[in-house]
T-cell receptor, first 111, second 116 residues
Framework: SQKIEQNSEALNIQEGKTATLTCNYT??????LQWYRQDPGRGPVFLLL?????KEKRKERLKVTFDTTLKQSLFHITASQPADSATYLC??????????FGAGTRLFVKA | EAGVAQSPRYKIIEKRQSVAFWCNPI?????LYWYQQILGQGPKLLIQ????????DSQLPKDRFSAERLKGVDSTLKIQPAKLEDSAVYLC??????????????FGPGTRLTVL
């Protein structure tokens, strides 16, 4: 069956370090993948989109990689700050215009 | 630019009662989505509209849930009758057309529903 897996355990890191979050998927052939940030009590906010023919995308302190062979995307936040603490969701979109969200990984950045 | 508006923000009802949620998408966004997010899980698509028409409602429990999008703008999602397992946050999102499937989705703040 189709599945998206993100680390269910929270990630705790020290301020200034690089946070790396993982999104693995099975039985999908996504046309593109997105990462969203969600704060408690709020809706998700779009961060980055990467297409199947792209290996890497950057935006300020954020970097996303997409390996369609490994069926995996990595999301990096460099020089992390306490304000980066949130839940990060990955979302796969197929060519049929359907978007499926993962359960998300909670990130805590300690000062 | 105004974001996606949703109301109410919170709702508490007894099981078997009915409830309705309202969403006003970003002006000009032709695509509107309703998601259900249960605590600790990712958003699950309930229904997707393109203008007035339904694109995908394969995960909408049609025996109790209904949704409409009048005039291709505002939308309402109704649950009748509610069950305990409907307790969740209901998120509305919109995206710009004709960007199609690569478009970013913009989410509202959600409505937190508690069914007692």
């Amino acid at each position: 069956s189709q599945k998206i897996e993100q680390n269910s355990e929270a990630l705790n890191i020290q301020e200034g370090k690089t946070a790396t979050l993982t999104c693995n998927y099975t039985n999908y052939s996504p046309a593109y993948l997105q990462w969203y940030r969600q704060d408690p009590g709020r809706g998700p906010v779009f961060l980055l989109l990467i297409r199947e023919n792209e290996k890497e995308k950057r935006k300020e302190r954020l970097k996303v990689t997409f390996d369609t062979t490994l069926k995996q995307s990595l999301f990096h936040i460099t020089a992390s700050q306490p304000a980066d603490s949130a839940t990060y969701l990955c979302a796969l979109s197929t060519g049929g215009f359907k978007t499926i969200f993962g359960a998300g990984t909670r990130l805590f950045v300690k000062a | 630019e105004a974001g996606v508006a949703q109301s109410p923000r919170y709702k508490i009802i007894e099981k078997r009662q009915s409830v309705a949620f309202w969403c006003n998408p970003i002006s000009g966004h032709a695509t509107l989505y309703w998601y259900q997010q249960i605590l600790g899980q990712g958003p699950k698509l309930l229904i997707q509209f393109q203008n007035n028409g339904v694109v995908d409602d394969s995960q909408l429990p049609k025996d109790r849930f209904s949704a409409e999008r009048l005039k291709g703008v505002d939308s309402t999602l109704k649950i009748q009758p509610a069950k305990l397992e409907d307790s969740a946050v209901y998120l509305c999102a919109s995206s710009l057309d004709p960007g199609g499937p690569t478009d970013t989705q913009y989410f509202g703040p959600g409505t937190r529903l508690t069914v007692l």
